[in-house]
Each structure stands twice: as structure tokens, then as C-alpha cells.
């Protein structure tokens, strides 16, 4: 695992990436299974949110190609996991003035 995130929405991260440093070609779904360590079918279950939310464009003759660049991590966690995103600020010992968002807190060290 690449994060503290659940499964699918780990894999739909690394998705997006690797379709972001094909550098706009087109990936197989084979070659983007490989290349994020999974299997066409873990794939199947998250590639249609992907789609959905216009992240990702299927091509013609199979494979896909990043088509927006700008999606936010919690915006792929809410759409792929169905759910609302913890989002209560939560201030840090050393400064509790500040506020940090508990999701990217947990996405931090990865």
C-alpha cells in the first residue's frame, strides 16, 4: 500500500498518477495494472468512478488516458469510497491554534 487510505482509494491514486506520468498516452489496462501493482479486475472497481468524474478518459480500442490533472485527494476518496470525508479540524499539540484537516494529516507521510 502507497498510503493510510482504504484500498480503492489508494489504487484510483495510483491510477491517476501513473496515467499523469504517461505524460498524456494512452496505457493499456493491462500495462496500468502492472504498473500499480493490480490485477485488471481491482482495476474494474474503481476505473468507473474515474470515468464518472471525468479524471480519466477510456480511448477507443481500450486503454486509458488522464484527461483532468486536477483531482484532489479528497475528492477521490469521497466519490471512490461512497462517503463523506472526516473534514472536523483538529489542532496539533505543539500548536493548537492551528488546524489541520484530519485526512491530510493522514495522507502526510505517504
Do not use: I
Request: glycine share 8%; aromatic share 4%; hydrophobic share 45%.
Amino acid at each position: 500500500m502507497r498510503s493510510n487510505l482504504p484500498g480503492r482509494t489508494d489504487l484510483a491514486l495510483a491510477v491517476l498518477l501513473e496515467l499523469w506520468k504517461a505524460h498524456g498516452q494512452r496505457l493499456q489496462r493491462d500495462q496500468l495494472a502492472e504498473r500499480v501493482g493490480a490485477t485488471p479486475g481491482s482495476l474494474a472497481q474503481v476505473m468507473p468512478f474515474l470515468v464518472a468524474e471525468g479524471w480519466v478518459q477510456p480511448e477507443r480500442g481500450g486503454g486509458y488516458r488522464l484527461a483532468d490533472p486536477d483531482a484532489r485527494v479528497v475528492d477521490v476518496y469521497r466519490v471512490v469510497e461512497g462517503r463523506a470525508v472526516h473534514t472536523a479540524c483538529v489542532p496539533p499539540a505543539a500548536d493548537p491554534a492551528a488546524c489541520h484537516c484530519r485526512l491530510v494529516e493522514d495522507v502526510a507521510p505517504a
